[in-house]
């Protein structure tokens, strides 16, 4: 079965420092990895994801996120942290069901607080 | 960019009520959709698999009674809570995926959610 783990529940960044968020997968082949974004009382917007090529992923709002195989890590970075990142932001796992993931595997979330 | 629309956004109702949560896709077809829950402060949960013309995938733990799903168009999938009680208050959240662009790896595309509140 597939898992991912999410092991800072909450981190504490100033603005515009860097960003860094943890994730790390469980799953028997080649996954499909996604991160997405909360904010409080809303659904999920996506920020980025990976399924094959290149292991760098750049996404939405200047994230980029990392696949390391031998790691199996999928750390979301952002050089610069804007107030308005602050959010929930949950790293999810797919299985490829032959053209998209099926219904996905979500980690426990990272809460993101800036600090002014 | 692909919409999901879930409607209602909030419903509060009565022990024992059944209620019915709508999940769209606006501009695009679905012949899957997702169903999952959000417990407070909780990560989200798989619940079931909507298949457009077929019955629902249920994961291990949810209850199909209890739960029911109903995926009749390629553009509408409803859950139905059943005679439901305060332990189903929860944020249901839906996602579809585009099945004219599935050949080029489309995520899933997720609805705003919807808060069921059983008092």
């Known amino acids: 079965a597939q898992s991912v783990t999410q092991p800072d529940i909450h981190i504490t960044v100033s603005e515009g420092a860097s960003l860094e968020l943890r994730c790390n997968y469980s799953?028997?082949?080649?996954?499909?990895l996604f991160w997405y974004v909360q904010s409080p009382g809303q659904g999920l917007q996506l920020l980025l994801k990976?399924?094959?090529?290149?292991?760098l992923v750049q996404g939405i709002k200047g994230f980029e996120a990392e696949f390391k195989r031998s790691q199996s890590s999928f750390n979301l970075r952002k050089p610069s942290v804007h107030w308005s990142d602050a959010a929930e932001y949950f790293c999810?796992?797919?299985?490829?069901?032959?053209?998209?993931?099926?219904?996905?595997?979500f980690g426990k979330g990272t809460h993101l607080i800036i600090q002014p | 960019g692909a919409v999901v629309s879930q409607h209602p956004s909030r419903v509060i109702c009565k022990s024992g009520t059944s209620v019915k949560i709508e999940c769209r896709s606006l501009?695009?077809?679905?012949?899957?959709m997702f169903w999952y829950r959000q417990f407070p402060k909780k990560s989200l949960m798989l619940m079931a698999t909507?298949?457009?013309?077929?019955?629902?995938?249920?994961e291990q733990g949810v209850e199909k009674d209890k739960f029911l799903i109903n995926h009749a168009s390629l553009t509408l999938s409803t859950l139905t809570v059943t005679s439901a009680h305060p332990e189903d208050s929860s944020f249901y959240i839906c996602?579809?995926?585009?099945?004219?662009?599935?050949?080029?790896?489309?995520?899933?595309?997720f609805g705003d959610g919807t808060r069921l509140s059983i008092l």
């Open positions: 999810a796992v797919g299985a490829n069901s032959g053209g998209g993931a099926d219904g996905l595997t």
């Open positions: 996602s579809a995926r585009d099945i004219l662009r599935a050949g080029s790896n489309q995520p899933q595309h």
């Open positions: 501009d695009f077809q679905a012949t899957t």
């Open positions: 799953y028997g082949a080649t996954p499909y």
């Open positions: 909507s298949n457009e013309g077929s019955k629902a995938t249920y």
């Open positions: 990976y399924f094959s090529g290149d292991t």
